[in-house]
C-alpha cells in the first residue's frame, strides 16, 4: 500500500467544472488533487465531444470541447494541480470533522480537509453489449479492457469494434493470440486510418482475420467461452470459434461507487444547498452535472458559478477563523501574484 | 405538427405531437418516452436514442447522415432501418411516423 496523500482538497473529477474548481479555490490559495477515471482531463468535453463545438461558454461564441478543457487547464496552470488519471474513487470516509480518507480502484489513498464531487453524469465505463448471458463469461473470456497483455496470450481472441480501441487492440495483440478475429457491423472504420492499414495488411498475410456482423449470442461452459453466434451482414447465422472475447462499443456514464458514500440523492443526482454547493455532508461538495437543487441546468457555465461559491465556503473549513477578502483578480495585487502575473 | 409513435419493445405505443424543428429524440425526451436515453443530449455523440424506423417510413425520413453511421457503431443489434432519433428533424414530412424503440440502449 502506498503512502497517504495528504492534501487541502480533493476534487473528483478532471471535467470542466473540477477544473474551474481548481482556479476558484487556488485564489484562496487552496491545494487541490484531483482525481479522473479517464487517462486525460476534459471529462465528457474530451471524452463525448472532443471535436463538437460549444456555443453557450461566456465570451467564447465557439469552443470546441478539446480547446475548452486546454484553456481551463492553462487557466488552473499556476495553482500546480495534482492529477490522478485512470483513478476510480472507491471509497470516501469521514474520520472527523474535516478530517476526509478516500480510496481509489488503483490503491491509492487520499487524506483531506475537503472533497469536491465535479463527477458528472459518473464514471465513465465501458459499455457492456446487451447479449444474452454475457455477465457469466465476464472475468473469465469477456474484457471491456486490457489490464494484462499477457493474460492473452495463446488465446483464440475475437475483438468486436470499429473504433481506436478495437484496431490498436487487434493489432497489438495479434502477435500474441493464437487466432484473432476482428469483427464489426461495417465494413469501415472510425480508428485512424493507419490502424485500420495495418489490420488490413495482417488479414491479407492470413494472420487474422476480419469478419462483418452482430454477436447475437455466446456458446460455452463454466465461464468459459467457445464460440460467438454472429449474425452477418447477409442475415445468416455463423460462428466464430474463440475462448477470450474483447467487446470495444465505447463508454457509458453509471453514478457507481458515489451512490454509497452517504450523501442525499435526488434521482441519481447529489443533493446540494445553493449558497454553498455543500451535500448533506459537511466539508463535502458537488458541483457540475452531478449536483441537483431547484431550478438547477446542466449547464458548464452554472457549474463554474457553482465552483466559485463552494470554495468561499471551502476556505472557511481550511482556514477557521480567518477573514475572507473578496478580491478582484483586475485590481488585487495579491490575486495576481498568486497569477504569476504581477 | 407531426404525429409520432413510439413503439416499445413489448408493444405497447406512446404516440407524441412533433414539433417541427425539433428531433425525434427530443420529441421522445420532452413527452417521457421510455427507453431513450439521449445521454449526450443530442450530440451525437452518445448512441443512445437509437431507434428502429418503420419499413414503411423509412424512405421518407432518408438517409443517415456519416457522423450517425460512425456513431451507430456504439449501438446494439444495428439494422437497415437503424437510425439515431436525434438526427431526424421533425416535419410535416413525418406526420404519422413509426419508431421501435430497442429493448435497451446499452
Redesign the interface.
Same mark, same amino acid.
Do not use: S
Given at each position: 500500500m502506498s503512502d497517504v496523500i495528504s492534501t487541502d482538497v480533493v476534487i473528483i473529477g478532471a471535467g470542466p467544472c473540477g477544473l474551474f474548481a481548481i482556479f476558484e479555490l487556488g485564489l484562496l490559495d487552496i491545494k487541490c488533487h484531483v482525481i479522473d477515471i479517464l487517462d486525460r482531463a476534459g471529462g465528457q468535453c474530451a471524452e463525448l465531444y472532443p471535436e463538437k463545438p460549444i456555443y453557450d461558454i461566456p465570451a467564447l461564441p465557439l469552443v470546441t470541447g478539446a480547446d475548452l478543457t486546454t484553456r481551463l487547464m492553462e487557466q488552473a496552470k499556476p495553482f500546480k494541480p495534482e492529477f490522478h488519471f485512470n483513478q476510480m474513487v472507491t471509497s470516501l470516509e469521514k474520520r472527523g470533522e474535516n478530517d476526509f480518507h478516500l480510496t481509489t480502484d488503483g490503491g491509492l489513498e487520499f487524506q483531506c480537509k475537503v472533497v469536491v464531487i465535479a463527477a458528472g453524469g459518473g464514471s465513465f465505463q465501458p459499455k457492456k453489449p446487451p447479449i444474452p448471458g454475457i455477465e457469466a463469461y465476464e472475468g473469465a473470456s469477456v474484457y471491456y479492457s486490457v489490464k494484462k497483455m499477457e493474460a492473452l496470450r495463446g488465446k483464440d481472441i475475437l475483438i468486436i469494434g470499429g473504433g481506436d480501441s478495437a484496431l490498436d487492440w487487434t493489432n497489438n495483440l495479434q502477435p500474441i493470440a493464437k487466432s484473432l478475429t476482428l469483427l464489426h457491423r461495417r465494413d469501415e472504420f472510425r480508428a485512424a486510418p493507419d490502424s485500420v492499414g495495418k489490420m488490413r495488411a495482417l488479414v491479407e498475410a492470413g494472420k487474422m482475420q476480419l469478419k462483418i456482423g452482430q454477436v447475437t449470442g455466446l456458446k460455452g461452459e463454466g465461464g468459459v467461452l467457445a464460440a460467438a453466434t454472429v449474425k452477418g451482414a447477409d442475415g445468416a447465422s455463423f460462428d466464430i470459434a474463440c475462448n477470450a472475447m474483447l467487446p470495444f462499443f465505447g463508454l457509458t456514464m453509471k453514478l457507481g461507487p458515489v451512490a454509497n458514500w452517504g450523501l442525499n440523492l435526488t434521482e441519481n443526482l447529489v443533493s446540494v444547498d445553493t449558497a454553498k454547493f455543500e451535500t448533506n455532508v459537511p466539508g463535502i461538495f458537488a458541483v457540475g452535472d452531478i449536483n441537483t437543487y431547484a431550478g438547477k441546468l446542466k449547464l458548464i457555465l452554472s457549474g463554474f458559478h457553482e465552483a466559485a461559491l463552494m470554495a468561499q465556503q471551502a476556505f472557511r473549513y481550511i482556514n477557521p477563523g480567518e477573514r475572507l477578502l473578496f478580491q478582484y483578480t483586475t485590481s488585487s495585487t495579491n490575486l495576481q501574484k498568486k497569477l504569476g502575473v504581477a | 405538427m407531426a404525429k409520432i409513435t413510439f413503439i416499445q419493445h413489448n408493444g405497447s405505443e406512446i404516440t407524441a405531437n412533433g414539433v417541427a424543428g425539433m428531433t425525434v429524440m427530443e420529441t421522445a425526451v420532452k413527452n417521457q418516452v421510455p427507453g431513450i436515453d439521449a &445521454? *449526450?443530449?443530442g450530440?451525437c455523440? *452518445?448512441?443512445?436514442c437509437h431507434v428502429y424506423v418503420a419499413p414503411e417510413w423509412k424512405d421518407k425520413v432518408g438517409p443517415r447522415n456519416p457522423m450517425e453511421?460512425?456513431m451507430? &457503431?456504439?449501438a446494439? &443489434?444495428?439494422r437497415d432501418n437503424s437510425r439515431l432519433s436525434c438526427q431526424i428533424k421533425v416535419s410535416d414530412v413525418l406526420d404519422g411516423l413509426r419508431v421501435t424503440v430497442p429493448?435497451?440502449q446499452?
Open positions: - | &445521454d *449526450c443530449g450530440a455523440a *452518445c448512441a443512445t453511421e460512425d451507430l &457503431d456504439f446494439f &443489434d444495428v429493448e435497451k446499452f
